[in-house]
T-cell receptor
Framework: GAGVSQSPSNKVTEKGKDVELRCDPISGHTALYWYRQSLGQGLEFLIYFQGNSAPDKSGLPSDRFSAERTGGSVSTLTIQRTQQEDSAVYLC????????????FGAGTRLSVL | RKEVEQDPGPFNVPEGATVAFNCTYSNSASQSFFWYRQDCRKEPKLLMSVYSSGNEDGRFTAQLNRASQYISLLIRDSKLSDSATYLCVVNIPPSGGYNKLIFGAGTRLAVHP
């Protein structure tokens, strides 16, 4: 597929467990973004990657959230010790560069913390 | 004040109606503006960019008023398939060399027969 791919599409976990969410951007896109969307809310920026580095992590809500990107491609968002308020759809987007390029979104991972 | 504000709606309109959505943004230095469309339980997809002189794509017309920091989207001859949430998106001027986008919470449109 040529689009942004995210997995899993749905994740149900128990409070206190760790989860890993994966994003595979469009081939050749150097910029990658993670967002969170709670029910009925807008998109909340989490983190931006340019290549493997993250110049902007300002949106990560707490130190339980971390992300990495390897090989300038796949990115993993990790949430440790999940809380119920972490329940949301986590969306990944990529763009050709970090400049004025359109962001293309994956279908998201719907996380439910019980 | 939110960085991007939209009327949440919902806008309930009959097929064939013309409907307009408005959006205001707070950062006067913003340079890039977009409308994204998000269907229920789907990802956002770019509908159209918004240019200074205004632009049209078929039934959709986007306008930008920099002085008032205001963006609009006009949909003519609404179709059932236009039912979705429309997200107003504005950039934060490049810092750290990248184009940070701020998304409005969206305006929901429901087109009925």
């Amino acid at each position: 597929g040529a689009g942004v791919s995210q997995s899993p599409s749905n994740k149900v976990t128990e409070k206190g467990k760790d989860v890993e969410l994966r994003c595979d951007p469009i081939s050749g896109h150097t910029a990658l973004y993670w967002y969170r969307q709670s029910l009925g809310q807008g998109l909340e920026f989490l983190i931006y990657f340019q290549g493997n580095s993250a110049p902007d992590k300002s949106g990560l809500p707490s130190d339980r959230f971390s992300a990495e990107r390897t090989g300038g491609s796949v990115s993993t968002l990790t949430i440790q010790r999940t809380q119920q308020e972490d329940s949301a759809v986590y969306l990944c987007a990529s763009s050709l560069t970090g400049g004025k390029n359109i962001q293309y979104f994956g279908a998201g991972t719907r996380l439910s913390v019980l | 004040r939110k960085e991007v504000e939209q009327d949440p709606g919902p806008f309930n309109v009959p097929e064939g109606a013309t409907v307009a959505f408005n959006c205001t943004y707070s950062n006067s230095a913003s340079q890039s503006f977009f409308w994204y469309r998000q269907d229920c339980r789907k990802e956002p997809k770019l509908l159209m960019s918004v240019y200074s002189s205004g632009n049209e794509d078929g039934r959709f017309t986007a306008q930008l008023n920099r002085a008032s920091q205001y963006i609009s989207l006009l949909i003519r001859d609404s179709k059932l398939s236009d039912s979705a949430t429309y997200l107003c998106v504005v950039n934060i001027p490049p810092s750290g060399g990248y184009n940070k986008l701020i998304f409005g919470a969206g305006t929901r449109l429901a087109v009925h027969p």
